[in-house]
């Protein structure tokens, strides 16, 4: 009998056990870059200081790596880039006659970003640039 009412008891116990099963949503390091800036972007190729705003938005695939930079380079032209942690990488691109191209990363909460632009409507210089984006 003692038997028996252990194992009952056991079986209750077991059995008023509630399982909690914890989902941890992903973490998206895109939010790491978007928003609006404030550029000052150094030109190496033309030794010249630019200032102006872009603004960087996400793909909309939640399970994608992409961010868009609008107003890119001040020329009002978007690009895209690809986020691995807190880096990125402006892969090869010919957007509105300009052929792009560079890296970036998060430096507390601004961006840094070097890249090359060439303007191919013109027998201009590839103008290498080394940019701040200043988080608004």
Known sequence: ?????????LLFLISSCDVVYVEEAPIDSRNLFTGRFEVEEYSETYDELTLY??????SGDPYSNVIYLRNFYGADIEI???VYGDELRIPRQTVNGYL????????????????SVEDLRSNSYIDFCNTVAYRR
Do not use: C, F, P, Q
């Not at 792009?100 to 601004?110: A, L, P, R």
């Open 1 to 9: 009998m003692k038997k028996a009412l252990l194992g009952l008891s």
């Open 100 to 115: 792009i191209k560079g890296v970036g990363h998060v430096e507390y909460s601004d961006i840094v970003l070097t890249y």
């Open 80 to 82: 895209y880039a690809n």
């Open 53 to 58: 705003d872009m603004r960087i938005v996400k």
